[in-house]
């Protein structure tokens, strides 16, 4: 089973700076990862697959990079919409497939 | 417009069975793989299970593999998890989530319904 750890558990940003959030595979997953948010009482959602495609309607602000076991999520400029946890999923190697223990963006 | 509505959840004690159903509708379902997703109360998000869309192929993550059954009707687009000798580290939120690509293996999923409790307790 591919582990993923995500960093840091909780990221603290001002509304307007940039956020990076960092996700680590056990072992390769190559271009296979996934980004999604959840807000408190809701669903996830998916904002990047292929670990640097946008999801359908998700703005440009948000940026997905890195193969093989590193990867970054970044938020170029934060909005209060986007305090919320963000998790990382791989499906290069599955089932099952893994998802990280989530990064909460929370606000300065 | 996409739309899933899971249902079936409640209090079951340790042992009992419960039937998840997620009612889906606004895409073609037999054309999608479809997963559940669940989550503890203040965890992270564990994957389930997963049922390609004919429903010949079936995944499952080896903490519920033996005691789920996923399982679709596409004549009635629904999507179904029964869960059988229910623990009580099996109480989470439970979520249906459609994937993201047609025909395409479980990979990412780009809708999910709003969940459903599963509280496992005596």
């Known amino acids: 089973e591919i582990v993923m750890t995500q960093s840091p558990a909780t990221l603290s940003v001002s509304p307007g700076e940039r956020a990076t959030l960092s996700c680590r595979a056990s072992q390769s997953v190559s271009s296979n990862l996934a980004w999604y948010q959840q807000k408190p009482g809701q669903a996830p959602r998916l904002l990047i697959y292929?670990?640097?495609t946008r999801a359908t309607g998700i703005p440009a602000r948000f940026s997905g990079s890195g193969s093989g076991t590193e990867f970054t999520l970044t938020i170029s400029s934060l909005l209060s919409e986007d305090f919320a946890v963000y998790y990382c999923q791989q499906y290069e190697n599955w089932p099952p497939l893994t998802f990280g223990g989530g990064t909460k963006v929370e606000i300065k | 417009e996409v739309q899933l509505l899971e249902s079936g959840g409640g209090l079951v004690q340790p042992g009992g069975s419960l039937r998840l159903s997620c009612a889906a509708s606004?895409?073609?379902?037999?054309?999608?793989?479809m997963s559940w997703v669940r989550q503890a109360p203040g965890k992270g998000l564990e994957w389930v299970s997963a049922i390609v869309g004919s429903g010949i192929s079936t995944y499952y993550a080896d903490s519920v593999k033996g005691r789920f059954t996923i399982s679709r009707d596409n004549s009635k687009n629904t999507l179904y998890l029964q869960m059988n000798s229910l623990r009580v580290e099996d109480t989470a939120v439970y979520y249906c989530?459609?994937?993201?690509?047609?025909?395409?293996?479980?990979?990412?999923?780009?809708?999910w319904g709003q969940g459903t409790l599963v509280t496992v307790s005596s």
């Open positions: 989530a459609k994937v993201t690509v047609a025909a395409r293996p479980p990979y990412h999923f780009d809708y």
């Open positions: 292929g670990a640097s």
């Open positions: 606004g895409f073609t379902f037999s054309n999608y793989a």
